[in-house]
C-alpha cells in the first residue's frame, strides 16, 4: 500500500471516515443531517413497461410526467441496488423438501437442501443484488434567515413540524405513484440505516451487519 507521506499528510492526520457521511440521526423515519436538513425516503416496486403496447407505454410516460409535474417542493429520484431477498426462495425450498420426504422420496429431499445450503453459502459471499428504486424527499426545517446569522438549532418542534409536513408529502408522492400501479411505501429507521450503509460499504451484504452496527457506522459520533 502506498503511503500519504509524499502529500504532507500523516497517517494519524486522516479524518475518520465518518467524519465525511453527514448523517447526524436517523429516527422518527427521518434522516437528519449534520446541517439540520432533514429527509424522508420512500421505495417504489418497479414495473416492466418492455412488454406493454407502444401506445399503453406512452400513456404511462406521460400520467408519470403529470405525477411529477403536480409536485409542489423538491424530491430526489435515486436507482441503487439492495441485497436480493431470498427468503421466500428459501422457505419454498425447504417446503418442497419436506413433501418429499414424506413422499419417501429422501434422496431428493436430501439433494434440494444440499443444493441450497450450497446456494446460501455462495450468496452470502457474493452478495447478489437488484434495482432499488428511491425517491427522497429533502425538507429544511430552519428559517433561512437564522442559516445565514448563527449556527441552526432544530428544536422540538421544529423537528415535530417537519416531520408532520414530510408525512404530508410522503403521502401525496405515494397516492400518486400507486394510480400508475407502483406500489410504494416510506422507509422506516432500520431499512433508511441499510440505505445508507448500502451507499457507503456497497460490497458489505446487508445480512454481515446487525441494524445497530450499521447505524454505528453511519452516524458520526463526535
Known amino acids: 500500500m502506498f503511503g500519504l507521506g509524499w502529500l504532507g499528510i500523516e497517517a494519524n492526520e486522516i479524518p475518520s471516515t465518518q467524519e465525511h457521511i453527514l448523517v447526524e440521526a436517523i429516527q422518527d ?39 411529477l409535474d403536480s409536485l409542489r417542493f423538491p424530491y430526489q429520484i435515486i436507482v441503487g441496488r439492495k441485497q436480493q431477498s431470498l427468503e421466500e426462495f428459501w422457505a ?10 414424506r413422499q419417501g422420496n429422501s434422496v431428493y429431499a436430501d439433494w434440494l437442501l444440499g443444493f441450497a445450503e450450497f446456494m446460501r453459502e455462495v450468496t452470502s459471499a457474493v452478495n447478489p443484488q437488484v434495482h432499488q428504486y428511491l425517491v427522497v424527499l429533502p425538507y429544511d426545517p430552519i428559517p433561512p434567515a437564522e442559516r445565514v446569522r448563527r449556527k441552526p438549532v432544530l428544536t422540538p418542534e421544529r423537528l ?3 416531520a408532520e409536513e414530510l ?30 450503509h448500502r451507499v457507503y460499504w ?6 454481515a451487519v ?11 459520533q463526535s
Open 160 to 162: 415535530k413540524a417537519a
Open 92 to 101: 419454498f425450498v425447504d417446503r418442497q423438501a419436506g413433501a418429499w420426504k
Open 210 to 220: 446487525p441494524p445497530l452496527a450499521r447505524l454505528s457506522l453511519v452516524v458520526y
Open 29 to 67: 423515519n427521518l434522516i437528519i443531517l449534520k446541517t439540520k436538513h432533514l429527509a424522508a425516503v420512500i421505495e417504489v416496486t418497479g414495473r416492466d413497461i418492455s412488454r406493454m403496447t407502444e401506445d399503453a407505454r406512452i400513456g404511462l410516460l406521460m400520467q408519470y410526467q403529470r405525477t
Open 167 to 196: 408525512g404530508r408529502r410522503c403521502d401525496i408522492v405515494t397516492r400518486g405513484l400507486a394510480r400508475l400501479g407502483l406500489p410504494a411505501r416510506r422507509l422506516g429507521d432500520q431499512e433508511l440505516m441499510a440505505v445508507l
Open 202 to 207: 456497497p460490497h458489505i451484504p446487508d445480512s
